[in-house]
Nanobody, 125 residues
């Protein structure tokens, strides 16, 4: 499976963006996560969703502002709705698949073995 992230852009603080992660080849399985990385910083977990069942998990920094969802019927799309964006949300956002594990424990990039190419999100103050 290959992943393609899209939907990034430039937005003012307080605005919204919706990122999409499309799978080609096989459909999603296991757990799908969104991560973000700013220059000089580590890649951080943002949100995750269990493909089968739809349970979700969020980093504290985005809880109540971001929502991860999936298009289970189409089987090949995962979304990240980002509201009330802050300048500190500026980063390259990546989607990834962790084929196994308990969602709430899958916060490390090393748990994910398929990655998309990333999409830039810039929030201006």
């Amino acid at each position: 499976v290959q992943l393609q992230a899209s939907g990034g852009g430039l937005v003012q603080a307080g605005g919204s963006l919706r990122l999409a992660c499309a799978a080609s080849g096989r459909t999603f399985s296991g757990n799908v996560g969104w991560f973000r990385q700013s220059p000089g910083k580590e890649r951080d977990f943002v949100a995750g969703i269990r493909w089968s069942g739809g349970s979700t998990h969020y980093a504290n920094s985005v809880k109540d502002r971001f929502t991860i969802s999936r298009d289970y019927a189409a089987k090949k799309m995962v979304y990240l709705q980002m509201n009330s964006l802050k300048p500190e949300d500026t980063a390259v956002y990546y989607c990834a698949i962790a084929p196994r594990g308990i969602l709430s424990t899958l916060r490390a990039p090393s748990s994910y073995d398929v990655w998309g190419q990333g999409t830039q999100v810039t929030v201006s103050s």
